[in-house]
């Protein structure tokens, strides 16, 4: 097996009960891991969330913290993927003085080149979001910089396979019993 140390996602889908994110966490934590990004949300089936967690280890590690997710009760399966077996994106969004959307021509063929959107502009402030691979987001962000940015924030990684996953039918089973 590869010792080679990846970037995995990992998918677990769960009822949705408190305390659970501290015992996931706790699992990284005992193994040294850390999370790079963490998403939850609801699944495609009514009543099951999904965490979708970002780590970067080796294969047989991944194996083993699978399997300790699949030993919590409100686990109902767990997975692992690389990058190659998924379609994934972030999303970011920058807060930045209005002055510079009007005043310095540089910034508008940022956003252009970048594919960011506006989401809202005031007299004091503008919203850009940008979605899309970490290094996108990341680029955006270091030419922004130059200008200054007020606020940004960096979604957690979303994630689907590109493989169809036997999941749903597993969780709507789950659901009708």
């Given at each position: ?43 495609e089936i009514e ?14 590690q991944a194996k ?19 990058d190659e077996e ?92």
């Open positions: 097996m590869n010792q080679e140390i990846k970037t995995f996602t990992i998918s677990i889908y769960t009822e949705n009960n408190i305390g659970l994110l501290n015992r996931i966490s706790a699992i990284f934590q005992r193994r040294h891991i850390n999370i790079e990004s963490l998403t939850t949300s609801k699944s009543g099951v969330n999904r965490f979708v967690i970002v780590v970067n280890i080796t294969e047989p083993k913290i699978i399997g300790q997710f699949q030993k919590q009760i409100e686990v109902i399966r767990a997975y692992y993927h690389t998924t379609i994934f994106q972030e999303s970011g969004m920058f807060k930045i003085k209005s002055d510079l959307l009007f005043n310095e021509p540089q910034i508008q063929n940022i956003i252009k080149e970048s594919n960011a959107r506006i989401v809202t502009v005031n007299k004091e402030f503008f919203v850009l979001e940008k979605s899309g691979r970490r290094n996108e987001i990341e680029s955006l962000h270091r030419d922004l910089n130059i200008f200054g940015i007020m606020q940004f924030v960096r979604s957690g990684r979303i994630s689907v396979t590109k493989e169809e996953m036997k999941i749903t039918e597993m969780l709507l089973a789950f659901n009708n019993q």
